[in-house]
Nanobody
Framework: VQLQASGGGLVQPGGSLRLSCAAS????????MAWYRQAPGKQRELVAA???????NFADSVKGRFTISRDNAKNTVYLQMNNLEPEDTAVYYC??????????????WGQGTLVTVSS
């Protein structure tokens, strides 16, 4: 099972980016999916999470600016980031709780994609 994240890059303050993360490989189902981020010198933090049914929650720092969505048919989670601020600069990681068989499950991580917000 692999998670492949994409969509990071350099953007000016106030700009937007959309991150994608697709799961591939053999598995039974995908449960909760989430995006985390880690800025230089800081701990990794939860940015947003979404259940298979579409319920979501967000870090206070991104509420009203970021949205999370998923396409269960494509095994993909998205993070739409609007009105980006320099403080959003970080490596963004996707995470998914994947059931590989009816009896086993585990958390998987993507490789990280760098988002830099700077003028």
């Amino acid at each position: 099972v692999q998670l492949q994240a994409s969509g990071g890059g350099l953007v000016q303050p106030g700009g937007s980016l959309r991150l994608s993360c697709a799961a591939s490989g053999r598995f039974f189902s995908i449960g909760d999916m989430a995006w985390y981020r880690q800025a230089p010198g800081k701990q990794r933090e939860l940015v947003a999470a979404i259940t298979r049914g579409g319920s979501s929650n967000f870090a206070d720092s991104v509420k009203g600016r970021f949205t999370i969505s998923r396409d269960n048919a494509k095994n993909t989670v998205y993070l739409q980031m609007n009105n980006l601020e320099p403080e959003d600069t970080a490596v963004y990681y996707c995470n998914a709780h994947i059931r590989r068989t009816s009896m086993t499950s585990a958390d998987y991580w993507g490789q990280g994609t760098l988002v830099t917000v700077s003028s």
